[in-house]
């Protein structure tokens, strides 16, 4: 499935956003479903959702009932930016096509 580069840019600023906001770096930590919650697109949701875990942004730990998200705390610069940006002027997609 082919996602537009306007999507990776919403959906990773959402999820992103969303991982900071409850303060999952590390100790705290949310399951997928809950953080792909709120999105339309689900099959699109996990994309970009994989994406940001190749770039090692967000990373994941097994549990019993499925893969729980963090945010990584030695990348908060690149979640800073990624969180504050607006406009067409976006480093997001740049960072998932490595």
Known sequence: M???????IHYSR???RKLHVTGCYG???????????GLPDKQ?????LEAL????????KKKKYGTKYYLNK?????IGEIIKE????????????L
């Open 2 to 8: 082919k996602v537009m580069k306007s999507d990776y």
């Open 14 to 16: 959402f999820i992103v």
């Open 27 to 37: 100790t705290g930590s949310m399951y997928e479903d809950n953080v792909l919650k």
């Open 44 to 48: 699109i949701a996990k994309i970009v």
């Open 53 to 60: 875990r190749k770039q090692k942004i967000v990373l994941g």
């Open 74 to 78: 030695d990348k908060r610069e690149k």
């Open 86 to 97: 607006k406009g067409r002027s976006s480093i997001i997609p740049m960072l998932l096509m």
